[in-house]
């Protein structure tokens, strides 16, 4: 469904929701008093988890001295952060994810998402226990990274299977509105079951594996990452259902290094039949309603490099940026492209599953720092009557009368911005194997010819403002 109503005509830079959900930090009653202990949510939390040998107060077990033999197996592997007490340590019930603002360093974020983080050290005598609810949004994904800021998993949300006798809503054609939409993510710090993926899918037992990383070296540390992207109308960033839940769980003793694992079955997407897409490819060229003749585009995009695609953790994805933008004040830059098709879960209206994609945006980022400064979403984006997006930027020259929402253009002044090098970011999410024209299968680093994305190829042309008044202007 197509949305020509909720949007900002006028995007102000300086006034743009940034999702910036930090807590203050103080200490709490009957707690343990530690530098920068965040503030509790909810009275079953306490203290951030960190290893038992740094917290006198919960180990146990006496110091032993050079001279006393070791209570460790030497059979077993032993890891950098993991707690060589024998006796169970006394952990944390509850944790807190860690919020970070939408124009993050090294982020390229999206202004109408939510990123959230929470740190991990491996340590085979616990297991993280995550417990959620799927919000009521257009997106949800898990990615668990481990050394060197490698990805060891990515769990979407339609590959999350929910707990017994509950719905994942995103599947296709599943009830929106579920009522029981609960699941559970299990963070196990050994190697996966000999055969096995890292992460192991079942219901109310989704497990992530991440001893080891994908090539099999032992992993030390790293990240759980949380996204939450679009919440739908009337519901807050969490999509209504609150942040998961995390919490640290002893493992007991004759599991911690057990290879066994039991078989799921992984639930899958059956696809609606979907008509493939006929639509004509229009050479690479722009064009414009009053003019045969094509132009070429000005500007030209490529996938992201290896470094750049480390800090995008999603699966079956296309992104593109474009080349460094000319600031010119006496030009407008000229974008039109053919909107792929979204779900409309902003108005809480389910996935049918014949959509192009998940979700598309187009976002300002800065080379530098890899910083998002602003996005304009597929919801927010005015298509016009032929399925195109219109949109005209400006970096100081002045709007053409008929460049309207009416007219079916789409106007941002960027004048606004810093006065950094900028560039475009065009991010594709979960894009249907039915969809050709995505640049997801396109290497690293490759620049992306137009005949690859047909009409949906961003064309950018930059032009005088007199241009509107001869090609679209009554």
Not at 141 to 168: C, H, M, Q, R
Not at 320 to 329: A, F, H, V
Request: glycine share 6%; proline share 11%.
């Amino acid at each position: 469904m197509r949305n020509l109503y909720f949007r900002q005509t006028d995007p102000n830079f300086m006034t743009q929701q940034q999702h910036n959900f930090y807590l203050p930090y103080t200490s709490q009653p009957n707690q343990l008093i530690l530098p920068y202990s965040p503030v509790l949510q909810s009275p079953t939390y306490s203290y951030p988890y960190v290893p038992a040998q740094f917290i006198p107060n919960i180990v146990q077990s006496p110091p032993i001295s050079r001279n006393q033999p070791s209570p460790v197996d030497p059979s077993v592997p032993t890891y950098r952060y993991q707690n060589t007490v024998t006796s169970p340590p006394s952990l944390p019930s509850m944790q807190n994810w860690i919020h970070q603002l939408s124009n993050n360093l090294g982020m390229l974020g999206d202004y109408n998402a939510s990123y959230n983080t929470f740190p991990y050290a491996v340590d085979p005598n616990v297991e993280i226990v995550i417990k959620g609810q799927y919000p009521y949004a257009r997106y949800l994904s898990f990615s668990v990274i481990g050394l060197a800021d490698l990805t060891i998993a990515t769990i979407p949300d339609y590959k999350l299977i929910p707990d017994p006798e509950s719905t994942n809503p995103f599947l296709h054609g599943a009830d929106w509105n579920a009522k029981n939409r609960n699941y559970t993510l299990k963070i196990r710090f050994t190697a996966p079951p000999e055969g096995s993926d890292h992460f192991v899918p079942g219901a109310g037992n989704n497990i992530v594996y991440v001893g080891t990383m994908p090539n099999g070296v032992p992993n030390t540390h790293g990240t759980i990452e949380l996204r939450i992207y679009v919440p739908s109308i009337g519901y807050d960033h969490t999509g209504g259902v609150g942040f998961p839940k995390i919490m640290y769980v002893p493992v007991p003793q004759d599991k911690r290094y057990s290879k066994n694992v039991e078989q799921t079955n992984q639930t899958t997407i059956d696809n609606p039949s979907k008509p493939k897409n006929n639509s004509i490819q229009n050479e690479w060229y722009f064009s414009s309603p009053k003019k045969n003749r094509g132009e070429k585009c000005d500007i030209s995009w490529r996938t992201l490099s290896r470094a750049s695609a480390l800090i995008q953790y999603d699966y079956n994805d296309g992104y593109i940026l474009s080349d460094e933008l000319q600031r010119d004040p006496s030009k407008l830059l000229f974008l039109r492209w053919k909107a792929p098709t979204f779900p409309d879960t902003y108005h809480n209206i389910g996935i049918l599953g014949n959509e192009d994609m998940r979700y598309w945006s187009m976002s300002f980022v800065s080379p530098v720092g890899l910083l998002g400064l602003y996005t304009l979403s597929d919801f927010e984006t005015v298509i016009d009557k032929n399925g195109y997006v219109n949109l005209v930027i400006s970096f100081g020259a002045p709007r053409p009368s008929c460049v309207t929402t009416e007219s079916g253009f789409n106007w941002i002044d960027a004048s606004n911005l810093p006065l950094i090098p900028l560039q475009l970011f065009y991010r594709n999410k979960i894009v249907s194997d039915d969809f050709p024209y995505s640049a997801k299968d396109v290497p690293e680093g490759d620049i992306v010819s137009p005949e690859v994305m047909g009409e949906y190829y961003p064309c950018g042309k930059y032009v005088d403002p007199i241009y509107f008044k001869k090609n679209y202007c009554d």
